[in-house]
């Protein structure tokens, strides 16, 4: 609830009664809204993410892939011309759209996406209309970022940027009324602050300055989102300061954005130029380059959301179709084992209709697994490459491929004496995860079978006599239901350091073919590759 919201926003002594009580009602409406506080928690946790966190690209692809259509948004804009790298290969997995595109850029479409889910069904035009500008102003700050030679890696102030009009997208959505009545005071010549205080007994400045406190947003961004006092920005002294003009900048130029040029936007410019051109460092030419550069991201972005209609055409938001099936029927190799253990060759029907086998797994999975091996090589080559984010690709593509419910990689701890799990994905996957140990002495069972004997194993059914009799007490405990599951175990110079692992709740009874298996092995081998390289 927001009933704070009364406390932190000064009514002002010349406020009249009425206005106040317009002013309690409002943040009454905003706050009898049980989900603005889950939107505020979310907002926050993706705001927490710190890209200089080794564990960041983790848990932000975590936080994306807990929400299927939050996920499916970000694949969405990922894929499309504007941001897909050169080739036009599709982009698959959150990881590799966090590397391609950068951590900061994900986290602040991520972001906005938060906003825009948070709004539900209260999407009129003077909503779509703030979230729109919302998320150019977002876009205008993260050009100067990159553009900035005096404050570099500041792209934090993307994220001011979109906060600069949260109380105008939340006013607009809880009461319209309100909205319209202060936009027409405006249109008349009022002045901006003075009319909002006529009409709901506050500014707009601190309303969003109460709900950023109330989602205990950090004080960095709540300060930065304040407004400029002087009338002529100056060389900014401090971050902090750069940032604020940076914020203050960006929301006067989203209308630029997001309008046709005309007389009113030429005027627009000058005024900008007048205002922040000598602090900021902005000329005409940079003015022009960074309104083109942002206008591109903007319309990508609130093209995919469908949230407003960019006058310079229509946006292109559409994800790339995937590519046909090709699965090809081979005959694999028995090991010994218990039937069901093997990765096991099946026919797969190319003429099959269905996306899904029954199982959960993707009829094309081979096209999936082959886009992951592409991606992982690429990230390979890259100086940028990090081990964790490695491992993050690789479990995820496995999870996505395969259609699981849940995917982890386990690793040794020879201190603790266990194999316990450390990254993981799906569902319930930090509960999951911190069960998911077994002590290196463990024998006999479905796991050290894999790792004492280098192979890697699919349980199509968890549930026959022979396999159940294999399967440890801690996993039927800890995953009750799962059904089918593989183990793909990590043995370097001879010793194994661990196994990834992904189940399902439904038999596996397609198998996997050998082309399949042979990039699945592809994946586990280049991760073999990176630990025998990073233990040296």
């Not at 897909?84 to 602040?108: D, M, N, Y």
């Not at 109460?210 to 205990?216: C, G, N, S, T, V």
């Not at 989203?254 to 922040?276: F, Q």
Request: hydrophobic share 45%; net charge neutral; glycine share 6%.
């Amino acid at each position: 609830m927001l009933n704070v919201l009364g406390k932190a926003i000064p009514s002002g002594s010349k406020a009249d009664n009425a206005a106040r009580r317009t002013r309690e009602l409002m943040l009454h409406r905003i706050g009898a809204d049980d989900k603005l506080p889950a939107m505020g928690s979310l907002v926050l946790r993706v705001v927490q993410l710190a890209s200089a966190d080794g564990e960041a690209v983790h848990n932000l692809a975590n936080f994306i892939l807990s929400d299927v259509a939050l996920t499916q948004n970000i694949l969405r804009i990922a894929n499309t011309i504007g941001y897909r790298p050169v080739g036009g290969k599709q982009i698959t997995t959150i990881s590799k759209a966090i590397f391609v595109l950068g951590f900061e850029t994900i986290k602040t479409t991520a972001l906005a996406l938060v906003l825009v889910d948070g709004m539900g069904g209260a999407r009129g035009d003077s909503v779509r209309a703030e979230l729109a500008h919302a998320l150019a102003a977002s876009a205008v700050a993260r050009e100067m970022a990159h553009r900035s030679q005096l404050y570099r890696d500041v792209e934090e102030v993307a994220v001011v940027a979109l906060f600069k009009n949260i109380a105008k997208i939340l006013v607009a959505s809880y009461d319209h009324e309100a909205y319209e009545l202060i936009d027409q005071l405006i249109q008349k010549g009022g002045n901006p602050a003075k009319s909002a205080i006529q009409v709901m007994g506050c500014t707009y400045e601190a309303l969003t300055d109460a709900i950023l406190r109330e989602w205990k947003i950090p004080d960095t961004i709540v300060q930065a989102v304040t407004p400029l006092s002087s009338a002529t920005v100056r060389q900014a002294k401090t971050r902090q300061e750069w940032m604020q003009q940076v914020a203050g900048f960006s929301e006067s130029t989203a209308a630029l954005v997001l309008t046709p040029p005309s007389s009113s936007s030429r005027e627009t410019r000058r005024s900008l130029l007048s205002h922040y051109g000598a602090g900021l460092h902005i000329d005409q030419h940079s003015l022009d380059e960074l309104v083109n550069a942002a206008m591109r991201e903007a319309r990508i972005v609130t093209g995919s959301l469908d949230l407003i209609s960019i006058a310079h055409g229509a946006p292109n938001g559409a994800l790339a179709s995937e590519a046909d099936e090709q699965n090809n029927a081979q005959r694999g190799t028995s090991y010994g084992l218990p039937q069901g253990l093997i990765m096991a060759t099946a026919t797969v029907n190319k003429s099959a209709v269905i996306e899904r086998f029954p199982s959960g797994k993707p009829i094309n999975a081979r096209e999936f697994l082959l886009n992951g091996v592409q991606d992982v090589v690429e990230m390979m080559a890259s100086p940028r490459c990090k081990l964790n984010d490695l491992i993050m690709l690789v479990l995820e593509t496995l999870y996505y491929s395969l259609g699981c419910r849940f995917a982890t990689i386990c690793l040794r701890d020879a201190k603790a004496e266990q194999f316990r799990a450390r990254i993981s994905v799906g569902e319930k996957q930090e509960e999951r995860k911190k069960g998911f140990y077994f002590a290196l002495t463990a024998h006999g069972d479905i796991f050290s079978i894999a790792m004492e004997n280098d192979i890697d194993l699919l349980i199509t059914n968890t549930q026959e006599e022979k396999i159940h009799e294999l399967i440890p007490e801690w996993h039927r405990k800890l995953l009750p239901d799962a059904r089918s599951f593989i183990v793909l175990p990590l043995v370097v110079r001879n010793k194994p350091v661990g196994f990834f692992y992904a189940d399902r709740r439904r038999t596996a009874d397609e198998g996997v073919p050998v082309d399949e298996a042979s990039l699945i092995k592809t994946l586990k081998g280049q991760v073999l590759v990176a630990l025998n390289s990073h233990a040296q």
